[in-house]
């Protein structure tokens, strides 16, 4: 199967140009096309030589994303179930934010990392996405907005899969998404969320970039972190926090700490105290995101009532430690990641 056109970083693309003896300028060109223009086809490149179109043409496709079906919130999200070329299925979700409009990309079908209170999880993982493919939702994204002529002005990769588990392709979509030739979006507004792969965030600690870390550590202790995540069977907290320490001093930048409140079992006051006091010890710069957990009937974890959300909050402020609740967005469409998919491939069982 050829690649992508989209998988190419701006350098690949121009390492290409240059071994296919065409000058490396063309690859501004064909990145304003793809990303500015966005077309969808070599042919309309028209200020590309013939022979470089058919040169394209030969090594390389787009990416069709067919729309299954998409859910409207009625606070305006938008989560769109994508068919892959070989049949997989795949969420995105565009959020609409009173400071622009975000997209939440996945970056793999499935995951194998078992979050106990995530339905993406349930199938395992099936593959990982290229990068063309991540990149592919925003642009899918981006073509719905021009219709309205808004932008995308942010990037959450929060959808399905753990993206420090495709590292590579993780990476390179980052590329083109903050590339000043490509989507040019500002590195201060895309978020790439881990589930807490150790040595991804060590070399995500050395790639020299502004896009903000977010670590979803919903526990404040190694035994209730495992029980929650088997990823912490693999990397304990302990060395989960050790890691982002080194991020942190390595690039300055705060961390945002996702913090699922499941009802009963991890949103006592006492939990909440309890990494209130870790942070501080490790003297970290943090912004700590409280999340009511979505209700997924094959875990059957229930959510935290209203008032013990906000007994959670105010143990952390009153400790010193920036936190808010997380304004649920799409929650009337199922936004929480995996649902959709999973209703799906319940559906094609039958
Ligand atoms: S929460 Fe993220 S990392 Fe955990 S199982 Fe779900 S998709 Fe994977």
Redesign the pocket.
Known sequence: MKPFIYDLTFDQLQEWLKENGEPAFRAGQIFDWIYVKRVMSFEEMSNLSKGLREKLMDNFQFVTLKEITHMKSSDGTIKFLFGLHDDNAIETVVMKHNYGNSVCVTT?VG?????T?????LGGLKRDLTAGEIVAQVVAAQKILDKTDERVSSIVI?????PFENYDATMAFLRNMIHEKGLNIGQRHITV???GIVPSIYKFAEENTQINLAI?IHAPNDKLRSKL?P?NRRFPFDDVMTSLKFYQEKTGRRITFEYALIGGVNDQVEHAEELADVLQRMDMLAHVNLIPVNYVPERNYVRTPRNDIFKFHRALVDKGINATIRREQGHDIAAA??QLRSKHMESNAR
């Open positions: 793999q995951c194998r990392v078992g979050c209170f995530c339905a993406s999880t929060m959808g399905i899969g753990e969320s881990t589930s979803s995540m990823v990641c995996g």
